[in-house]
């Protein structure tokens, strides 16, 4: 099958070599080339996530399971939830809060590693 790649192509650091990929890895993107096939990873775009009446979206991934997210979207402030409930009634308390530019605010119980587009 020709590709129309050269097989010495790097893109954003990732060699992309068709030879070397599963039929199924083809169309990854630079940030999925970052974990290995056995990682369980929860990869989500902040565009797919459908927030509550107060503009919060709560994830429960589960406790130190990887979480990342691709944005278009500038994060503007992150840290720990203090005391708060949200309007769909999920205590956040002590959750990762991330505050985003557009006015969503994300609450999850594991880190979420942020990948921002350009």
């Keep these: 099958m020709k590709t129309g790649l050269d097989s010495e192509m790097v893109i954003e650091g990732v060699v992309n ?27 989500l775009h902040l565009d797919d996530l459908l927030p509550d009446d107060s503009g919060a979206v709560v994830l429960f991934a589960g406790e130190g399971q990887p979480v990342y997210l ?21 205590d956040v308390t002590g959750l990762h809060v991330y505050n985003f530019a557009s006015g969503l605010t994300l609450y999850s119980e594991s880190e979420v590693i942020i990948q921002t587009e350009r």
Excluded: R
């Design 70 to 90: 691709e944005t278009l979207d500038m994060v503007v402030h992150s840290g720990i939830s203090h005391e708060h409930v949200t309007a769909s009634g999920v």
């Design 17 to 43: 070599d068709p030879q070397l990929q599963d039929a199924d890895d083809f169309f990854f993107t630079p940030f999925e080339a970052v974990f290995d096939d056995e990682d369980e990873v929860v990869a």
